[in-house]
């Protein structure tokens, strides 16, 4: 098991325009709304420039065939396809991790198991896999899906989603290929092949990959759940978890369950990376930073409001939350939970609730100086909040780069962030291990005693 000091994780979650709803309409954006693969390449240098330890790429599939009047006025996230593009962003970076969101309701581990091992060989080990089980009305009918799947059944496919990948990335030992035998002719030793005959209650597959085992054994799997269902589903299976937390002690809280969970499933603590998402504005001062965040706060459009799958917007912006019935079986359990709570907690109105809550998604926001950015990050890893987190700038590019430029230098002086990358690879990075594969072990059981 590694052991190392313990050390800030930061990864940064690229949106064309940025986070926030109003991001597009910033004076500071000109670009249109087409892909360009030069811009990705940029943010992608930036942040591994500064060290970064993951670039992660969401994949918000699906969109409804119906677009209703005010369709036109969300700048939602039209953007290259992850696979195509992390691809790419390997050829053009060197150490980043290099993290893709994939679905496991509208996928199958076959096809994911050898684009993983793909972008994990063409990027020398630095793919993760953002593990999603999302499964919305109008996605399902994109893929002419009418069967429809409540929360825990989707948790439950995932799961099997996984074990079923894992097992095709171990169908090979890892030197299976590494040693052609020219002379007699053989070009692999049949016994290094494990054939999968996988019979779960959701998924099958009689299969031997068609590409070695990745380079890390696995990719990283990162997961991003809020709900009962989707922490025991972490502690199980993800090594990175994207959490959401809008006060430290609800971050540290999550964090103490969460790790707490791992035992059970005989892993050790560090072996599970939480790091929540962290909108940040900076500025030379805390005033320019304010100021900064109001010039985007003043460009929110409230003319189309959906909540949980609520629409509000009947009701008066400035009046309080109206009483919503909790929709057991909903995507996005864990969120609209958090958001009722800090709504009646803090007896919001709607209007405060969006400028507080759905601009940042949930996130923590960090408005400030460098100094007041580094102090609130060192205060949440020091107190076990976050191992580290998932910056999501508001607005780009220049939000990204005031972040590299004026906080990380800050992170580093004080000694919690790198200033160099140590390994190779995104699990050297993080400091995870490099899973076994069991079939090897079971043909060779004293060749890893050493």
Same mark, same amino acid.
């Given at each position: 098991m590694s052991q190392r000091k313990r050390q800030l994780a930061l990864n940064v979650f690229v949106q064309r325009f940025g986070h926030h709803v109003a991001a597009w309409r910033h004076p500071s954006s000109t670009d249109n709304g087409r892909p360009d693969l030069n811009w990705y390449i940029n943010a992608a240098r930036l942040a591994e420039a500064a060290k970064f330890d993951a670039f992660f790429m969401a994949d918000f599939i699906g969109r409804p065939a119906n677009l209703g009047p005010d369709a036109g006025r969300n700048a939602n996230s039209y953007q290259f396809e992850?696979?195509?593009?992390? &691809?790419?962003?390997?050829?053009?970076?060197?150490?980043?991790? =290099?993290?893709?969101?994939?679905?496991?309701?509208?996928?199958?581990?076959?096809?994911?198991?050898? @684009?993983? &091992?793909?972008?994990?060989?063409?990027?020398?080990?630095?793919?993760?896999?953002?593990?999603?089980?999302?499964?919305?009305?109008?996605? /399902?009918?994109?893929?002419?899906?009418?069967?429809?799947?409540?929360?825990?059944?989707?948790?439950?496919?995932? #799961? %099997?989603?996984?074990?079923?990948?894992?097992?095709?990335?171990?169908?090979?030992?890892?030197?299976?290929?590494?040693?052609?035998?020219?002379?007699?002719?053989?070009?692999?030793?049949?016994?290094?092949?494990?054939?999968?005959?996988?019979n779960g209650e959701h998924l099958?597959?009689?299969?031997?990959?068609?590409?070695?085992?990745p380079i890390q054994g696995y990719p990283v799997f990162v997961q991003a759940g809020?709900?009962?269902? #989707? @922490?025991?589903?972490?502690?199980?299976?993800?090594e990175m978890i994207y959490a959401s937390a809008t006060s430290l002690d609800v971050a540290k809280t999550y964090y103490?369950?969460?790790?707490?969970?791992? /035992?059970?499933? #005989? @892993?050790?603590?560090? $072996? =599970?990376?939480?790091?929540?998402? =962290?909108?940040?504005?900076? *500025?030379? &001062?805390? $005033?320019?930073? $304010?100021?900064?965040?109001? %010039?985007l706060q003043s460009r929110v459009d409230f003319s189309e409001l959906e909540f949980g799958g609520f629409d509000l917007s009947k009701y008066?912006?400035?009046?309080?939350?109206?009483?919503?019935?909790?929709?057991?079986?909903?995507?996005?359990? *864990?969120?609209?939970?958090?958001?009722?709570?800090?709504?009646?907690?803090?007896?919001?109105?709607?209007? $405060?609730?969006?400028?507080?809550?759905r601009v940042a998604r949930g996130h923590v926001q960090a408005i400030g100086s460098p100094k007041t950015i580094a102090d609130l990050i060192e205060k949440w890893f020091v107190e076990k909040g976050a191992d580290g987190f998932n910056v999501v700038p508001p607005y780009l590019p220049s939000g990204f780069v005031d972040f590299v430029n004026l906080v990380v230098p800050e992170l580093q002086r004080r000694g919690i962030f790198r200033k160099e990358y140590e390994g190779k690879t995104l699990r050297d990075h993080l400091g995870l291990d490099r899973p076994d594969n069991p079939n090897t072990q079971k043909r060779h059981p004293h060749s890893l005693a050493a």
């Open positions: 992850p696979f195509t593009l992390l &691809s790419a962003l390997a050829t053009h970076t060197n150490r980043i991790g =290099l993290i893709a969101t994939v679905n496991t309701n509208y996928d199958h581990p076959y096809n994911l198991a050898r @684009r993983f &091992s793909s972008l994990d060989h063409i990027s020398g080990g630095r793919a993760g896999w953002n593990i999603v089980s999302s499964f919305s009305p109008h996605t /399902a009918e994109n893929f002419g899906i009418n069967d429809g799947r409540d929360h825990g059944e989707r948790y439950e496919r995932a #799961g %099997e989603f996984v074990e079923l990948s894992k097992s095709l990335w171990n169908s090979w030992d890892d030197d299976a290929f590494d040693h052609p035998d020219r002379v007699n002719g053989r070009f692999y030793n049949p016994e290094s092949a494990h054939p999968v005959h996988f099958k597959s009689d299969a031997i990959l068609d590409l070695p085992r809020n709900s009962e269902t #989707g @922490r025991e589903f972490a502690a199980k299976h993800a103490a369950d969460v790790k707490r969970r791992l /035992a059970k499933y #005989g @892993r050790d603590e560090s $072996q =599970l990376i939480v790091t929540p998402g =962290l909108s940040v504005v900076v *500025g030379s &001062s805390d $005033q320019e930073a $304010q100021d900064k965040f109001g %010039e008066d912006l400035d009046g309080p939350l109206p009483d919503l019935p909790y929709k057991a079986g909903e995507n996005g359990q *864990g969120r609209f939970l958090q958001q009722l709570e800090l709504a009646r907690r803090e007896n919001l109105t709607i209007r $405060q609730l969006v400028l507080k809550f």
